[in-house]
Structures are given as C-alpha cells and as structure tokens.
C-alpha cells in the first residue's frame, strides 16, 4: 500500500514538471528569435509610412529573418546542424556569417527602393545584435533568443510608450523557456539579456535622432 502512494506521489510530482517542460517548449517557439525579429521589421516598415511601407518590411522580413531560417531549416534537415535553435555553439558562427551576408544583400536592395529610416534603424540593429552574438558565441554559448526578447521589449518600450512595458514578460519569459528546456545556464540567459539590452538602447537612441 505504502509503494502504491509513493508510485502515485512520484507520478503527481512529474506531471507538474512534463507540463513546465511543454509550456516551456512552446515559449521558445512562441518568442522565437525569427518570429520577433519579424514582428519587429513589419512594425518598423510602418512606423511614420504607415500601410506603404508594408511591401520594404516583407522584403526585410525575406533577407532577414525567411532566408536565414530556410538556410537552418534545410541545414537541420540534412543533419548539419543539430536543431533549428542550432543548440550547438560551434556551429553557430557559419549560421550568423550567413545571416549577416543575407541581410547585407536585403539591405542593397532596401536601399534602391527608398525604403523608410525607420526600417533601415530596426536592420541596423539586428546588424549590431548578431555581430555582438557572433564575437560572443566564439567562445561562449549566449543565449540568442534572451538577447532577442530583450530587444523586443526595449523596442515596444520606444514605440508605444508605457503600454510597451507590458512586453517585458516576452524576455522573462523566453529566459525561463530556454533554462527550463536546459538549453542555456541562467548565466548565459542573463547575459544575453544584457546583450539584448544594449541593442535596444542603442536602437531608441538612433530613433530619437531620426
């Protein structure tokens, strides 16, 4: 009798953890840094242009974040990297070289088409974050999706006032996603959170000067 109540103990305690882990799993797909760096790049595409800026943002969204993410998507597919997180530190350098290279073609062609100072601030941006990730993934794993999220929340601070301090939780929350699903220490979190941080500070300080 008394094994039975362990047995049942035991299996009360890891249902708990099974629906962390899950819930943990789905934020990290939810606050993606493709989904966010999107969602970022449309907003910027129709700050101060509104709707006809829509067409320079999707084709930052195609150089950007579709590309790139075809890139690993297929990368995975074939084996050559583990994830499409790309979990493993060493092969992170080639994905954000490759990135970068995508985003300096998308923003040639921006460029011919005029497309907005607002949009060309946001890619800078995401130029600054993935160089800064890249020196720091030579040597240490940060966390690409911390950095991101706290990117997102400056940003939603910047653009819409108070109201954007409510897009705080993105960065918690991706932070405790990823340190759940033992992807990162709470020290590589940390730090890109710090990384994400000054991202945005340096973005809402290039929006003040536009």
């Excluded at 088409?113 to 995401?126: Q, R």
């Excluded at 160089?131 to 911390?146: C, E, P, R, T």
């Excluded at 006032?161 to 340190?179: F, I, K, Q, T």
Aim: proline share 3%; glycine share 10%.
């Amino acid at each position: 009798m008394e094994r039975m109540s362990n047995d049942a103990a035991q299996h009360t305690n890891a249902a708990p953890r099974t629906r962390a882990y899950r819930a943990a799993a789905f934020v990290t797909e939810l606050f993606a840094p493709a989904v966010l760096v999107t969602v970022l790049l449309l907003v910027a595409g129709v700050v101060g242009t509104g709707t006809a800026g829509l067409v320079p943002a999707l084709v930052a969204v195609v150089f950007v974040t579709g590309l790139p993410f075809a890139g690993i998507y297929l990368l995975t597919r074939r084996g050559t990297v583990t994830d499409h997180h790309v979990g493993e530190r060493r092969q992170r350098a080639p994905i954000l070289l490759g990135t970068l290279g995508s985003i300096a073609l998308g923003i040639l062609i921006l460029q011919m088409m005029d497309a907005s100072a607002h949009l060309m601030l946001m890619i800078a941006s995401t130029v600054l974050g993935l160089i800064l990730v890249l020196v720091v993934n030579l040597f240490w794993k940060l966390s690409v999706h911390a950095a991101v999220g706290a990117v997102f929340a400056t940003t939603a601070v910047v653009l819409s006032g108070l109201w954007g301090l409510a897009a705080v939780v993105v960065p918690l929350a991706v932070g405790w996603s990823r340190v759940m699903l033992g992807a990162h220490t709470r020290a590589q979190v940390l730090w890109g959170l710090v990384v994400g941080l000054f991202v945005g500070l340096v973005y809402a300080f290039g929006y003040q000067n536009l």
